[in-house]
């Protein structure tokens, strides 16, 4: 009935891809059999549905570009209403250009949400504020050579107690050459230095929770246009991360990803990824996890209309670097499946419904769970 009400208001009115700026109005509703991601025999439901509005600019002045897109979205559920929120989230950049050959981006972004109960183990009203503040540089050296840099400040908040993924700051600055082939291809070499400081902490030998963090980076980037129905595109990279007081927390190796970007015919393409992450996760028994995700997603336009989607991924979590040793040794196995179908009746209206489940395989028995998910959405731009 929502989205009958929604379309019929707007009939009037709709987006042109040309506008400068455009309006949007959606919602979304979710019914989830496993909403705190517990053991199946604790596992408890409820019904999530989210009504946003939000406002797109895309507005080019001479050389100069200006982008933003904000959105405020009201989160309500049905069974757990300590649970809601408003959910506040702002991407702005400014693409600008000096001369043709000298140019970069000045962006912000800001997003707020809960914290996902797939890694927060907690029942509480954890909401998660990430912000984000980036300058970077592009210039042309010659032919196709490009030096690139810039520098970023990363700021994460939580508004209730998450030790494992604690509340920090972070600068970094990057430098590197890029090389653009005619053919769109392209190689990337970065350096990159982030110094990190962890917020709201009080240093002990018991938590091994530290106050802040070094890490170095040394990462090649690569897209390779294999053909006109085919991109591959890749990264590389070796990570350091030394912490300022406790060893034990400290990790290094590979990470990387390889993607598969396949478009079969005109109605079917086929994406494909490979990712490796080592990621910081600090209890006392692990200091950070390493992730094989593998993912494959489908996509067949069956009308000019409506479209078929599918997406699964499976990912494995080695968690290490345990400061109790006889605590270590977690291994997680997640997979994630999504069917939906998207249908476009009107120019801006799209409506989806949509299928999705989730588990999780432990051997800590405790951490394994099941999860199923049925929703439907519907949103607008005019």
Do not use: C
């Amino acid at each position: 009935m929502a989205l009958v009400i929604l379309a019929s208001l707007m009939q009037g009115a709709h987006a042109d891809q040309d506008d400068t700026w455009n309006l949007t109005a959606g919602i979304n509703t979710m019914h989830d059999s496993n909403l705190f991601r517990a053991p199946n025999r604790f596992a408890s439901s409820d019904q999530v549905t989210g009504t946003s509005v939000g406002l797109k600019l895309n507005k080019p002045v001479g050389l100069q570009r200006f982008v933003v897109d904000a959105g405020l979205t009201d989160y309500r559920y049905q069974t757990n209403d300590y649970l809601d929120y408003v959910g506040k989230n702002f991407r702005g950049a400014w693409l600008w250009s000096f001369t043709p050959r000298l140019r970069g981006n000045l962006s912000a972004d800001y997003n707020e949400g809960l914290n996902s109960f797939v890694d927060y183990r907690g029942r509480s009203r954890n909401l998660r504020t990430t912000e984000m503040y980036r300058f970077d540089v592009e210039a042309d050296v010659m032919g196709g050579l490009r030096a690139v840099g810039g520098v970023n400040y990363f700021d994460l908040k939580n508004s209730d107690i998450f030790v494992a993924e604690g509340d920090y700051q972070a600068n970094s600055a990057e430098y590197g050459i890029r090389y653009d082939a005619t053919s769109s291809s392209s190689v990337t070499l970065l350096g990159r230095r982030t110094r990190g400081e962890y917020d709201k902490r009080v240093i002990n030998s018991f938590s091994l929770n530290d106050s802040g963090f070094d890490q170095s980076d040394a990462e090649v980037r690569f897209s390779w246009v294999a053909s006109g129905k085919s991109t591959l595109v890749g990264r590389l990279a070796y990570i350091n991360r030394e912490h300022d007081n406790y060893d034990v927390r400290n990790y290094s190796g590979p990470v990387g990803s390889l993607d598969y970007l396949w478009n079969v015919s005109a109605k079917l393409r086929i994406n494909a990824g490979f990712r490796q992450d080592l990621v910081s996760y600090q209890t006392l028994e692990s200091s950070y996890y390493q992730a094989q995700v593998y993912t494959i997603v489908p996509v067949w336009q069956v009308t000019q209309r409506a479209a078929l989607r599918g997406r699964y991924s499976y990912e494995s979590r080695d968690y290490l670097g345990a400061p109790v040793t006889i605590l270590g040794g977690r291994e997680d196995t997640l997979q994630q499946s999504l069917l939906a179908v998207d249908w476009t009746p009107l120019q801006s209206l799209t409506v989806s419904t949509y299928l999705k489940r989730d588990t999780r395989v432990s051997n800590r028995v405790i951490n394994d769970f099941e999860s199923n998910m049925a929703g439907i959405s519907g949103s607008y731009a005019f």
